[in-house]
């Protein structure tokens, strides 16, 4: 059973970093963000395969990382230059291989200053 957790800071200030990580049990250090602005539909963030290679969102692209540590079982994302516009609540979802069925809970965070 694969179990994903993400975790990160609740709140950061404009033109700061969002980094948050996604711990995976029982499954491959492989997968998706996906965040959920207040009031809006679910946008993809960006993945990273199995492969190790990454894709993104085009909206994001310029100001998003994607990468792992196979060592401690998690993947990272760091979204750069935010705004409150990047207020939202943030999942991970994975599985196994580039198959990814598992969602994490996910984790609030609020841009302001």
């Known amino acids: 059973q694969v179990q994903l957790q993400e975790s990160g800071p609740g709140l950061v200030k404009p033109s700061q970093t969002i980094s948050l990580t996604c711990t995976v049990s029982?499954?491959?250090?492989?997968g998706n963000w996906i965040r959920q602005p207040p009031g809006k539909g679910l946008e993809w963030i960006g993945s990273?395969?199995?492969?190790?290679?990454?894709y993104y969102s085009p909206s994001l692209k310029s100001r998003t990382s994607i990468s792992r540590d196979t060592s401690k079982n998690q993947i990272t994302l760091q979204l750069n230059s935010v705004t409150p516009e990047d207020t939202a609540v943030y999942y991970c979802s994975g599985g196994y291989g580039d198959t990814w069925g598992s969602w994490g809970q996910g984790t609030q965070v609020t841009v302001s200053s």
């Open positions: 990273i395969a199995l492969s190790g290679s990454t």
């Open positions: 029982g499954g491959s250090i492989s």
